[in-house]
Each structure stands twice: as structure tokens, then as C-alpha cells.
């Protein structure tokens, strides 16, 4: 059985730093695509970033490029995402979502599993 459970999320000032982990167990990890996306209360479901099975390339939102980053370490059946410069704006919940070897998963309808997502709080 397939699981993606993320940590990390919590209450931080805007300007602060928060580092989310997503770990899977169940799959073949480093055979996975892997992204996390967000969803604020009253909206859509939104892409935030996205690394290739290898880790070789990613792919960012513009509402988070050079302030998020995407790694993962495939020994650890681990990703993550370092957000730096938080802004009110990226208050949501973050979830973490799993593909196999997808060359695209900036869309959430690209992705089989998912995470039940952790509560990002950024204030003013």
C-alpha cells in the first residue's frame, strides 16, 4: 500500500523559512516523479513545484521560483521543499503527490498518489 505522509508544516512569520518533508513507503521511490502542491481555503488546488525520478531536473511556479526549492533524497524515500521568504500568500495546505517516471507533473490530474497534506500558516 502506497503512503505519502508529510511533516513540517506550522505557524511562521512572513519572511521565515519552513522545510517540508514528504516520506513515502509502499513504491518504488526513486522510479517516482514527484511534486507538491497547495490549496488555500476557497481555491483551487495549486502546482508549487515538481523533481524528476532522479532528481536531475524540477520545475517551480512563478509564484515560488527563487524562493522554494524542490530536492529529494532517493536513499531515504524522502522529498522535501524549503520555503524561504514566506508571504502571507503562501498560506495553504501542502501536499505531496507521487507519479511514476511522469516527464510532466505540473498538473495534479498527472499524479496516482497523494499525501493528506500539512497546514502551512504564514502571518503578517
Known amino acids: 500500500q502506497v503512503q505519502l505522509v508529510e511533516s513540517g508544516g506550522g505557524l511562521v512569520q512572513a519572511g521565515g523559512s519552513l522545510r517540508l518533508s514528504c516520506t513515502a513507503s509502499g513504491l518504488t521511490f526513486s522510479g517516482y516523479t514527484m511534486g507538491w502542491f497547495r490549496q488555500a481555503p476557497g481555491k483551487e488546488r495549486e502546482f508549487v513545484a515538481r523533481?524528476?525520478?532522479?532528481?536531475?531536473?524540477?520545475i517551480y511556479a512563478d509564484s515560488v521560483k527563487g524562493r522554494f526549492t524542490i530536492f529529494r533524497d532517493n536513499g531515504k524515500n524522502t522529498l522535501s521543499l524549503q520555503m524561504n521568504s514566506l508571504k502571507p500568500e503562501d498560506t495553504a495546505v501542502y501536499s505531496c503527490?507521487?507519479?511514476?517516471?511522469?516527464?510532466?507533473?505540473?498538473?495534479?490530474?498527472?499524479?496516482?498518489?497523494w499525501g493528506q497534506g500539512t497546514q502551512v500558516t504564514v502571518s503578517s
Open positions: 503527490a507521487a507519479e511514476w517516471r511522469s516527464s510532466g507533473g505540473s498538473s495534479d490530474r498527472e499524479y496516482t498518489y
Open positions: 523533481i524528476s525520478w532522479s532528481g536531475g531536473a524540477t
